[in-house]
């Protein structure tokens, strides 16, 4: 993933566990839809 390091190739947009962790280690990117909301 050479832009965004968030593996949405692997995932394919839905929240997995590596992508809460990985927001949570980069933050939001750009193209990060807002209208979810994540659950600590």
Do not use: A, D
Not at 14 to 39: A, D
């Amino acid at each position: 993933e050479s832009i965004y390091p968030y593996s949405f190739s692997k995932h394919k947009g839905y929240l997995t566990k590596l992508h809460k962790e990985e927001i949570r280690e980069y933050g939001l990117s750009p193209i990060h839809r807002k209208s979810f909301k994540i659950k600590t």
